[in-house]
């Protein structure tokens, strides 16, 4: 729900169903699921995609916002996703275990919020924010600032065309390797909460 592109769910994902490929039908591949069962198969994985749902729609930066790389591990992974004045970052550990994350703050700024702890306040100390996410658990911190003192790292000058091209190219790389990433986030925490 907060890297580009199109948020998407697999049918019955969203309530941890699992299907089974056999060779003679997709049946139980995607077993039928009713109306009727909706409110039974809730559970804590359909609350929170409910509210990362929320969080896509009232945030602008994560409909058009550029994607940026913050922090990656082989456990945990941080991006960002900037507006005009403002910027979402996303922090998830994949580990069983909690962990402590220093995440870099490409903008100005003093304070981040928390959007999927209803308003949580984490301070941000010296351009980095310090979070500590429970095994299996993310963030989405909002954070508003002065894009004019934004911290940017220098780049070599080059065209606009060139510019644009490369930047087209390294979004959609990044956009499609950290798929994955985010994937392997999600598969854990749908098995934690399988029904």
């Known amino acids: 729900m907060t890297l580009p592109g199109i948020p998407s769910i697999y049918y019955g994902g969203e309530w941890g169903t699992e299907g089974k490929r056999t060779p003679s039908c997709d049946d139980a591949l995607r077993p039928a699921i009713s109306p009727d069962a909706f409110d039974s198969l809730r559970c804590t994985l359909t609350d929170r995609i409910s509210k990362l749902g929320i969080i896509h729609q009232e945030n602008e930066e994560l409909h058009m916002g550029r994607y940026q790389e913050l922090l990656l591990t082989n456990r ?7 507006g005009e004045h403002s910027l979402i970052i996303t922090a998830l550990n994949n580990d069983d275990n909690e962990a402590v994350l220093n995440i870099p703050v490409p903008m100005a700024a003093s304070q981040a919020v928390n959007l999927l702890e209803d308003g949580e306040i ?7 924010l310090q979070i500590t996410l429970k095994g299996c658990d993310g963030a989405v911190l909002k954070i508003k600032g002065n894009r004019n003192m934004a911290v ?9 065309r060139c510019r644009k091209k490369n930047r087209n190219f390294f979004q959609s790389f990044s956009a499609c ?12 925490l749908r098995s934690r909460h399988s029904l």
């Open 122 to 128: 984490l301070p941000i100390r010296d351009g980095k």
């Open 76 to 82: 945990q992974y941080a991006f960002a996703r900037h």
């Open 152 to 160: 940017r790292k220098s780049t070599p000058a080059k065209t606009n």
């Open 177 to 188: 390797r950290n798929r994955y990433d985010l994937g392997a986030g999600l598969l854990s």
